[in-house]
T-cell receptor
């Protein structure tokens, strides 16, 4: 079946280090969204990428959508303790209205 | 304005009992999604509604699960004859509408209902 995988599953970094999570889909996605879930919280929307090869930046966060629209990445520069949480990619499948979330990458930032 | 609300926030039930989980989406949002999240795991898509219609129910884990939405607003997820493996956090999300022209809409999540089946 259709799957959206993320690596790594867990990442521990020292505060100030960079962090990257990778998202890979078994099928082409019309778009991809990224969400952040803080410990004990619910997912919160970060961004959506639609175009092949698209790159978007939000302060220290850089999001990329692959040329084939089957993979994406989130890169955080100089992590801070406020970046702690689980980052999920998500994309619509089939008719475009079923939303599948990636397996998530849990980020721990060590002060 | 008010966000997505879910009730109850916590539910403990005995194996074999039925439970009903409620979701109140953001006013004006026509799309509504249900997900399940087990401890430390990702989000498992269950079902979505566009208005009151659920075009695809294939994400529901078994025929013990059902969902409905009335008046294009409140949705209920019902689990019959609960099993221990049903224990999880059930998340509801709403968006302005479902996708169109290759683009989707931001989903706003509720706080979830933590279901524990003993």
């Amino acid at each position: 079946g259709q799957q959206v995988m993320q690596i790594p599953q867990y990442q521990h970094v020292q505060e100030g280090e960079d962090f990257t999570t990778y998202c890979n889909s078994s099928t082409t996605l019309s778009n991809i969204q990224w969400y952040k879930q803080r410990p004990g919280g619910h997912p919160v929307f970060l961004i959506q990428l639609v175009k092949s090869g698209e790159v978007k930046k939000q302060k220290r966060l850089t999001f990329q959508f692959g040329e084939a629209k089957k993979n994406s990445s989130l890169h955080i520069t100089a992590t801070q303790t406020t970046d702690v949480g689980t980052y999920f990619c998500a994309g619509p499948m089939n008719t475009g209205n079923q939303f599948y979330f990636g397996t998530g990458t849990s980020l721990t930032v060590i002060p | 304005g008010a966000g997505v609300s879910q009730s109850p926030s916590n539910k403990v039930t005995e194996k074999g009992k039925d439970v009903e989980l409620r979701c109140d989406p953001i006013s004006g949002h026509t799309a509504l999604y249900w997900y399940r999240q087990s401890l430390g795991q990702g989000l498992e898509f269950l079902i979505y509604f566009q208005g009151n219609s659920a075009p695809d129910k294939s994400g529901l884990p078994s025929d013990r699960f059902s969902a409905e939405r009335t008046g294009g607003s409140v949705s209920t997820l019902t689990i019959q004859r609960t099993q221990q493996e049903d224990s999880a956090v059930y998340l509801c999300a709403s968006s302005f509408r479902t996708s169109g022209r290759g683009s989707s809409y931001e989903q706003y999540f509720g706080p979830g209902t933590r279901l524990t089946v003993t």
